[in-house]
């Protein structure tokens, strides 16, 4: 089984930054994409980035060019780098994994808090 744990999130004020790092365990098998979503209270889970294994990154509009997203060469971690945080970026950060033959794997979130 593939297990995915979620860690850096926490409190910030504005205009501050947190790095996120997702890290997998298991029988893993090869990872088509990694991806970063986020849920904030009372809305649907968003995608925030993802990055394929080829190394292609894409962002969701409203964290271009505040977010990094970047995988290491072993397909068992992925992090994300976020820069001048803003308030609505308060969510529970989640990732997840999908396989080249479209199993997803998800972690358990990781919250991350943004303070005005």
């Known amino acids: 089984q593939v297990q995915l744990v979620e860690s850096g999130g926490g409190l910030v004020q504005a205009g501050g930054a947190l790095r996120l790092s997702c890290a997998a365990s298991?029988?893993?098998?090869?990872?088509?994409?990694m991806g970063w979503y986020r849920q904030a209270p009372g809305k649907q889970r968003d995608l925030v980035a993802t990055?394929?294994?080829?190394?292609?990154?894409n962002y969701a509009d409203t964290v271009k060019g505040r977010f990094t997203i970047s995988r290491d060469g072993a397909e068992r971690a992925v992090s994300l780098q976020m820069n001048s945080l803003k308030p609505e970026d308060t969510a529970v950060y989640y990732c997840k994994f999908t396989s080249y033959d479209s199993e997803n794997y998800w972690g358990q979130g990781t919250q991350v808090t943004v303070s005005s």
């Open positions: 298991g029988r893993i098998p090869a990872i088509m994409v």
């Open positions: 990055i394929t294994s080829a190394g292609v990154p």
